[in-house]
Each structure stands twice: as structure tokens, then as C-alpha cells.
């Protein structure tokens, strides 16, 4: 019901920024919030930010949210996620998705649906 393609990925040298979008298509009347969850080797997978239909923002982590922002343009079905100051340890695959809801830090990321996925690598 919900399609999430994502963009914006590659090689970034660390205190870089990179601005991530994934452009969301809903097969559904239901609004969806949008987030993105990231997943480097060796390591769970980690929630990033989400943004639900009515713009609420649910942060993951205080070492992400003071350094990336997440917005969402739902004229262009597309929510961005611009990422600055990144550090080695940023380097994932990100993946953008969807529910009704964002879910909670606490709870497990059970998101309902998941793009392909971009590779965010920061290296010197």
C-alpha cells in the first residue's frame, strides 16, 4: 500500500553533510507518517527520525536530532533528511519507512513498510 523509493546516498568526508529524500507513493486514502531507520554492519538497526502526517517529529537518539532534521512536502510526496557534521560512525544503510505512526524510541521499529535502501559511507 505504501512505496518508498530512496535518493541522496554515497561518500562523504566526516563533518560533511548530505541531505537524503525518499519520495513515498500511498496506494491508500490512510495517511502514513515517513522515517528513517539506518542499519550499519556489525551493529541493530537504529531509528533515526520520523515525521508523522501531521508534521509531529519523533527523534531516536540526541546524537542524531542535534545534528539532522527531517522535513516533509506532502505537495511533492517527499520527505527529506538532511544530515550535517557527520561522523564514521554515521556510516549505514538508510532506509526510509513507513506506518500509520511513528513508533515509539522505546518500542521495536516495526515499520510496515521499507524502501531498498541508500549507503551513506563517511570516510576520509
Known amino acids: 500500500q505504501v512505496e518508498l523509493v530512496e535518493s541522496g546516498g554515497g561518500l562523504v568526508q566526516p563533518g560533511g553533510s548530505l541531505r537524503l529524500s525518499c519520495e513515498y507513493t500511498l496506494f491508500t486514502s490512510e495517511k502514513h507518517a515517513i522515517g528513517w531507520v539506518r542499519r550499519a554492519p556489525g551493529k541493530e538497526q537504529e531509528g533515526v527520525l520520523c515525521?508523522?502526517?501531521?508534521?509531529?517529529?519523533?527523534t531516536y537518539g540526541d546524537s542524531m536530532s542535534n545534528r539532522f532534521t527531517i522535513s516533509r512536502d506532502d505537495a511533492k510526496n517527499t520527505v527529506h533528511l538532511q544530515m550535517k557534521n557527520l561522523t564514521p560512525e554515521d556510516t549505514a544503510v538508510y532506509y526510509c519507512?513507513?506506518?500509520?505512526?511513528?513508533?515509539?524510541?522505546?518500542?521495536?521499529?516495526?515499520?510496515?513498510?521499507w524502501g531498498q535502501g541508500t549507503q551513506v559511507t563517511v570516510s576520509s
Open positions: 515525521i508523522s502526517d501531521r508534521h509531529h517529529i519523533t
Open positions: 519507512v513507513a506506518d500509520k505512526f511513528c513508533y515509539a524510541p522505546t518500542s521495536y521499529l516495526g515499520y510496515k513498510y
